[in-house]
Structures are given as C-alpha cells and as structure tokens.
C-alpha cells in the first residue's frame, strides 16, 4: 500500500513494489521470464501479462477464476513464461475486480540481440502510460455499483505515467515532463491503462509516425492524433524539430466516449520541452502559454474508424501476416448493453428500474468460484460451466436499429469448445439495445487479424467479400466500433482455456465476457502443460 496525493486529496493505493505506476518489466523476444507475486494487502489479487501469448502455458495468464485461484494475503505464486514471437510493447495488469486501477506496469519486449527495428534506430525510448485516477476506493465504486444496479461514478482524472497535469486542479507539480532535443528521433511506447476509456493523444505542432500496435510491426504512416483503447499499445515515433533548443508544448489525452455516463470528460497533459544537447536546462514556461494540441470532438466515431482503418500489418518475408485463408468454424457474437429484473424487495437505480448488465450473445457471464482451467484440465467440470454458449444471437434483430423492447440478458457460466488448430472468423457485432458504444475486445491467448469493419449491422453476403486478408492488423484488442461491426480471424493453436471480454471494466463487471476452451491437439507439443505447484487454490 501506498499513500499519494493527488487532485488535493490523498488516499492509500495498491501498488507493486510501492511503484505506481508499477515496475518495468523489460525483456528480449525468446527471454524466459520469472516474476514471484507476494500479496502483502487484504485483497485477493492475480495479474496478467496482457498480449503474452503464454502458448501451452495458461497457467500464467492472470485471469482470476478463469486460469488461476487470485493470490491470497500472505501468499505467493511464481509467474513462470518465455516470450515467443513477439517484441515490442505490452503491459501487466491485476485482473480481478477494479484493482487495475493502480496495479498495472508496461513490459517492454526488446528484439532479439543483432535484430534491428524495421525502422530508423530511435536516439531514446520513452514509456507513456496512460492511466485514470480515483479519489475514491476503486473497489467501493463498483462493489456499490453492482449493488444498486446503477452505473459506477466515473473517475476524476486521466494520467500520464501516474501523474494527472497541469490541466487539473491542485497538480500543476503533478506534472509528467518528457525533455528531448532538436532533431532527434524518440521512440514513445503508448499504454491505454485507462479503466473504462478510449483515449486521444497529440502532442502540439508534431507529427507521430506509429510503427507498431500490440507488440507487432504495422506499416508505418504519420498521424498528428492517435486513438487508443484501454488494452491497446501503439509504438510511434516522434521527430523532434531542428529549430527549437528552448520551447516547450503540451502532449494530451482525453476520451472518446460513446455511450452515457461511464466516462470523464476531462483531459490530462503532459509538457514536452526542448533542451539544448550538453545543457541541464531547459526554458521554464507559463503553463498558460503552452500551444494546447487540438483533439477530436469528444463523439468523434469517424475519427476512430479512420484510423483504425489506417493500421496494416507489415506483412513481408521477414514478418509475414499469417492470415487464415480459410475458415473452419465461423462466429457471430453481438457485444452489448442490457438489463437484469431488479431482486424482490429491492430498489435499483439502472434502466427503468433494472439493473444494468452486459453480455455476448444475450450471455451474461457469471463468474465461477472454481478457475475455470483447473476444473477443465482435472476433468471436474459439472457445477463449474457448461458447453452450451450459442455461436450465433439467440433471438435475431436489428442490432443497430430501434431496440427491442425486452432488453433483459440470460446469465451463466458458458463457454465455446475449439479442436487443436481450428481457423476461426468471429464478427463481433455492437449493438444499441441501450445505446451504441464502442467496445475493446481483449482475446487472452492469441493474437488475431482484424480483416473487416463496418457501421450498421453486419451483411454475411456482402462484407465478407471486401475483408483484407493480404496485410490486416494483427493485434490482441481491437475496439468493435460503436454501432457497428469487426470480423476477426485466429487459429486456435494454443490449448486451454482463453478469456475474452470488454475492456471497460464497468463493462466486464457488468458481465460482458466468455472464455473459449481450446483442446489438446495429438503430438506431445500441442498439448496443455501440467499445472505448477505452487498454483494457488481457491
């Protein structure tokens, strides 16, 4: 635990190593990688390496009750994996209740030793995490919210490396500085660490050049403002100009928000300043006369899928986009809002007196108390989940249009069963039964190409023949647009079981997420590995 003040209030925070934001975890493509967890605070807590692909090695993703029992207080749980295949930027976060607030830290996946970049060497490698602060207990917020059926009270601020800037009351000293000099190329590693936020980002006059997103190599292409959803990472570099040896500008993020009331329409700021080579100092500037970077409007969707769009694997012969040509199990799964009866007896404060809740397919996921992959690979599965998540939207209807009038969710413990190796093609459908938003979908276990996207609902017999499968984006978040439609496609060639859910924490709260099950295949390196002794129990 740790006390800090900030926005003239003062609390105590969980933190790892009392780091916040938490420690840096650096490493090279092929590294083993050993981290032990202690938990010293009252909370139950797990981590997860978010975009590791932890390949026959669930046992290390972090997901409490779904790979792993959480880390009791007092005890310890070593986090054993090795990082194949990826280099580039990732992040760890707790990932159980709202304790991601506070606990989360970048992992920066260095190329293998002699492998240079794709592009030009940078001069520096700056880490930007983007956060959001609460002044008050992140657990109380939802733990009310989840009881009263409302929606959470949004967040106070948004911060860069832990601290709010300028632009907030009381932090002017809470400020994150980044001092470069004239003409250099910096390679910035962007974070959305952000609970429940899509975020812009521009530094004033300067244009980024994003060369990476989730840890993988994309085409590169310039942009003034980038869009970043909560799970993503986005590598840019930055050219610094040649004629200012004493100036100073602002970088800032602020949200894109699409639905009612989950959000803070707030922005926080950075100062980017120029210091002469050899010279510890740098031109002390009124923070009233920093050039302020324009943003999108705050709804600006256009905006998102634009970029969205601009995003590309490299797709050559040294990184190759391995896009499934062909599909063996095809997906459609609608993402969204709805409603839970308020209990007899009760008062709720959601829609019309309901309780709010989220869900795939009209699923609402119940967690379980038994992880899921201990019950899977001991066989105990009965009482634990079932086999029975629908492929398709149970009741069809216009997804985007006028919505139906019973907006209630069913709710279980459901999961989908994928045979070793299946090439899968999912379209994630957004739907408007209470309102359109915007939804990050994280997919644990795997990367995956983004081959289609669109507004209105999805057409099976006319999008599918414009999906890209020569050069799409592969990632392991994508944001399915709001009040529209992605297809994603992966080969399912790493056994265990793998959630996938919103980003939003409220959402995931609120139970929009599922988990597939992907079996053993026949030769002994297709195969799940035992569990370790030291994997906690529930």
């Known amino acids: 635990m740790r006390n800090v003040t900030r926005l003239c209030h003062t609390k105590s925070i969980v933190t790892v190593n009392g780091q916040f934001p938490g420690p840096k975890i650096v490493a090279r493509e092929g590294d083993r990688v050993l981290i032990k967890v202690t938990n010293h605070v009252p909370n139950n807590v797990s981590l997860h390496w978010h975009g590791i692909r932890q390949l026959r090695n669930a046992w290390a993703d972090g997901p409490a009750y779904i790979t792993q029992c959480p880390i009791q207080t007092g005890q310890s749980y070593v986090y054993n994996f090795t990082i194949v295949g990826q280099r580039g930027t990732l992040f760890w976060h707790a990932h159980i209740s709202w304790l991601r607030s506070t606990l989360y830290g970048p992992i920066i996946i260095l190329p293998k030793r002699h492998v240079p970049y794709p592009f030009p060497k940078p001069f520096k490698e700056v880490t930007l ?41 009381c932090s002017s000293k809470d400020t994150y500085k980044l001092r470069v000099q004239p003409g250099k190329a910096y390679l910035l590693r962007l974070i959305n660490a952000a609970l429940n936020d899509d975020l812009f980002f521009r530094i004033a006059n300067h244009t980024l050049t994003v060369v990476d997103a989730d840890a993988l190599y994309v085409k590169p292409f310039d942009t003034e403002t980038l869009l970043i959803t909560p799970g993503q990472t986005t590598n840019v570099l930055l050219k610094t100009k040649p004629f200012y040896p004493n100036a100073s500008f602002l970088m800032a993020a ?3 928000a ?18 002469k080579p050899n010279s510890s100092s740098s031109t002390k500037s009124n923070p009233l006369a920093l050039l302020k970077p324009q943003l999108p409007a705050l709804n600006d969707t256009a905006f998102a ?16 986009a391995k896009v499934p040509q062909s599909v063996d199990q095809r997906f459609f799964f609608t993402v969204g809002l709805g409603a839970n009866p308020c209990p007899k007896n009760q008062t709720c404060q959601g829609p019309n007196g309901t309780k709010f809740a989220a869900s795939v397919n009209n699923v609402s996921f119940i967690m379980p108390t038994t992880a899921l992959l201990q019950a899977y690979f001991s066989g105990r599965t009965n009482g634990v989940f079932t086999t029975v998540f629908p492929i398709v939207p149970p009741l069809p209807f216009n997804y985007t249009g006028t919505p139906p009038n019973n907006t209630f969710v069913s709710n279980g413990t459901k999961v989908v069963v994928l045979p070793f190796n299946t090439s899968v093609e999912l379209v994630m459908q957004g739907t408007s039964i209470l309102g359109a938003e915007s939804h990050p979908l994280h997919l ?3 990367n995956f190409f983004v081959v289609g996207q669109g507004f209105g609902n999805f057409d099976p017999k006319k999008d599918p023949p414009r999906f890209n499968l020569v050069d799409p984006v592969e990632r392991n978040t994508v944001g399915v647009p709001s009040g529209g439609w992605v297809a994603i496609r992966f080969m399912a060639d790493n056994p265990g079981v793998w959630f996938m859910h919103c980003h939003f924490e409220v959402h995931l709260s609120w139970g929009l997420k599922m988990a597939w099950v992907v079996l053993d295949g026949k030769l002994p390196n297709q195969k799940l590995s035992p569990p370790p002794a030291d994997l906690p129990m529930c």
């Open 129 to 169: 995490v983007f956060g959001e602060w609460f002044n008050a207990d992140t657990e109380a917020i939802i733990n009310q919210a989840l009881q009263t059926g409302a929606g959470p009270n949004v967040s106070e601020a948004y911060t860069i490396n832990g601290l709010p800037g300028l632009l907030y009351n």
């Open 254 to 256: 602020r949200p894109y």
């Open 258 to 275: 699409t639905g009612l009331g989950t959000f803070d329409n707030t922005t926080t700021a950075g100062i980017l300043e120029y210091h």
């Open 305 to 320: 899928a634009n970029f969205s769009s601009k995003l590309r694997s490299l797709a050559n012969s040294q990184f190759p």
């Open 444 to 446: 644990h276990g795997f």
